[in-house]
Nanobody
Framework: EVQLVESGGGLVQAGGSLRLSCAAS????????IGWFRQAPGKEREGVTC????????YYSDSVKGRFTISSDNAKNTVYLQMNSLKPDDTGVYYC??????????????????WGKGTLVTVSS
């Protein structure tokens, strides 16, 4: 059974940090690109960052560049999202997803085959 399980969300004050984890199982982790997405209340889901399985390249949306860092521990089948200097606009449900045919655009990452259920991040002002 394919599973992607996010954890690490919570409530944090603006300027603070959180680290999200995405634990994967049930598929060949090394062969899949992993993306982090978020959906704020009343808004469409957007791509935040992703890491390519092909060459390890990382991509970030302009809104998080310089503040968020994606990393992968292939031995643990886990991808992390380190979020620093958090802002209230970062509030939302954060999802991780895995895809075998990654297509990167400035605001979204296409080709995702599996999705987690999400973890809520709330940044207070």
């Amino acid at each position: 059974e394919v599973q992607l399980v996010e954890s690490g969300g919570g409530l944090v004050q603006a300027g603070g940090s959180l680290r999200l984890s995405c634990a994967a199982s049930g598929f060949s982790f090394d062969d899949y690109s992993i993306g982090w997405f978020r959906q704020a209340p009343g808004k469409e889901r957007e791509g935040v960052t992703c890491i390519s399985s092909r060459d390890g390249s990382t991509y970030y949306s302009d809104s998080v560049k310089g503040r968020f860092t994606i990393s992968s521990d292939n031995a643990k089948n886990t991808v992390y999202l380190q979020m620093n200097s958090l802002k209230p606009d970062d509030t939302g449900v954060y999802y991780c997803a895995a895809g075998g045919s990654l297509v990167v655009t400035p605001t979204y990452y296409y080709g995702m085959d599996y999705w987690g259920k999400g973890t809520l991040v709330t940044v207070s002002s």
